[in-house]
Nanobody, 118 residues
Framework: QVQLMESGGGLVQPGGSLRLSCAASGSIFSVNNMAWYRQAPGKQRELVAGITSGGLTNYADSAKGPFTISRDNAKNTASLQMNSLKPEDTAVYYC????????????WGPGTQVTVSS
């Protein structure tokens, strides 16, 4: 199906920035939507930002403004630019793809750790 691999995570100070990347392989031409999720310790996985094949985006309230999701279809990548990071943003970030109508087929990456701490 679709294989996803995240990169770009790491340790950053509050107020700093990180750019996460998601590389897709496999049945990439069938991908409709892509999204970034995150899961903090002891919490459920939550949507951070999503983007359709046409470029329509949606964000969690906490991500509006400081975060920007984008995709490069030619390079088969999706990115999440994270600015003004806060300790509350500490989590494992996952890339997700949807294929088919209404996200009929779902693929997940293994995740990348983001830690915001002084």
């Amino acid at each position: 199906q679709v294989q996803l691999m995240e990169s770009g995570g790491g340790l950053v100070q509050p107020g700093g920035s990180l750019r996460l990347s998601c590389a897709a392989s496999g049945s990439i031409f069938s991908v409709n939507n892509m999204a970034w999720y995150r899961q903090a310790p002891g919490k459920q996985r939550e949507l951070v930002a999503g983007i359709t094949s046409g470029g329509l985006t949606n964000y969690a309230d906490s991500a509006k403004g400081p975060f920007t999701i984008s995709r490069d279809n030619a390079k088969n990548t999706a990115s999440l630019q994270m600015n003004s990071l806060k300790p509350e943003d500490t989590a494992v970030y996952y890339c997700r793809s949807c294929s088919g109508y209404g996200c009929l087929y779902v693929s997940w990456g293994p995740g990348t750790q983001v830690t915001v701490s002084s």
